[in-house]
């Protein structure tokens, strides 16, 4: 018999062809994400689930008795309850690498659209209001400026290359580790978190959520910052405390931001980020493009399929590895 696994969301055909080989398997094929009551009753007899945002807690996992594995399509597990999961004996896995380089460019876009004013002037353009050539199209240059990058992970990584190799930035950075083959390769420095946010043109956070960097950046990180200054945050929300980055901008402690992620998402309407045209907003695109989120879900499929055949999936994440 095969193990009853649960999809949590729509899955492109091939990577439902590969778990239905393996497992006797339902789907939530709707647009809209799955109400928790639904959920809840779907897991009651599954030993696998496949989720886009796993938030697995205790009291989860009491509706799921017999739940081996639980396969999150995001490289980010922030909304696994990591004890509750080893109590259980519960393999939780998630899809890193493969939407790395997606992630890094949209950074890049971030940064572009911030200096260039590239959303606002596109509003500009569209609005009937472009006249000639005038002084307020004026941003600020991205090319041989200093970008700080708080988090040297794979990401980051790939963000600080394109940074020094293709914009010939000044890169910085902060990590809990130092990463000499990286300063080597691309002339990357490492430094204190206090003189990257003094000396940089970008700051950008590339951190997971955890105890530790839960708003890491606040109201004194921002008062280091130099009022040219933008922030740029593509990975999650709540590494920053989102009302101290709204009274920086409102006070002009910095000149602007990029933000993907956000601390309540999908964002509050009235949420005063909104309102900022130096503000550019993403509705958490990270990893939003066809290809990524395709290898994102294949390798989600491939993780789920090892936990419930006995194997031992590529991808648990690092808190849960034996
Ligand atoms: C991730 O993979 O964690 C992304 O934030 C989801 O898009």
């Known amino acids: 018999m095969k193990p009853k696994v649960y999809i949590a969301k729509p899955i492109p055909k091939e990577v439902e062809e590969l778990i239905a080989n393996y497992c006797d398997y339902k789907i939530w094929n709707h647009e809209e994400p799955i109400p928790k009551e639904v959920l809840l009753k779907e897991v009651e007899d599954v ?38 999961m080893k109590a259980r004996n519960v393999i939780g896995t998630h899809t890193p690498y493969v939407l790395d380089e997606t992630v890094a460019d949209l950074a890049f876009g971030l940064i572009l659209t911030s200096a260039r004013r590239l959303a606002e002037l596109d509003q500009f353009v569209k609005s009937g209001k472009w006249r000639g050539i005038e002084d307020d ?75 530790s960097t839960y708003q890491l950046i606040g109201e004194k990180e921002f008062s280091l910052m130099r009022s040219t200054a933008f922030f740029i945050n593509c990975s999650r929300g709540k590494v920053v405390d989102e009302k101290a980055l709204i009274k920086a901008l409102q006070n002009g402690i910095i000149r602007g931001a990029g933000l993907d992620v956000f601390e309540e998402e999908p964002v509050e ?17 990270g990893s939003a493009t066809a290809k990524a989120r395709f290898d994102m879900a294949m390798k989600a499929a491939e993780n789920l399929v090892a936990g419930v055949t006995g194997k031992v999936p590529e991808n648990i994440v690092p808190e849960l590895k034996i």
Not at 52 to 71: D, M
Not at 188 to 197: A, G, Q, S, V
């Open 47 to 84: 030993e696998g689930l496949m989720t886009p945002k796993g938030i697995i807690t205790e009291e989860f996992l009491a509706y799921a008795p017999r739940l081996k594995v639980v396969s999150n399509v995001a490289v980010g597990y922030d909304a696994f309850d990591i004890e509750a």
């Open 137 to 211: 199209f004026y941003g600020q240059d991205v090319h041989h400026a200093t970008l700080g990058i708080i988090g040297m992970g794979r990401i980051g990584e790939k963000i600080a290359r394109r940074a020094a190799l293709g914009f010939e930035m000044n890169v910085l950075y902060t990590n809990r580790t130092r990463k000499p083959d990286l300063e080597e390769r691309y002339g990357i420095k490492y430094c204190e978190t206090e003189f990257l946010l003094k000396n940089s043109d970008f700051v950008l956070v590339m951190l997971p959520l955890t105890d």
């Open 269 to 285: 309407k009235d949420n005063p980020l909104l309102k900022m045209d130096n503000v550019v907003t993403l509705p958490h695109i």
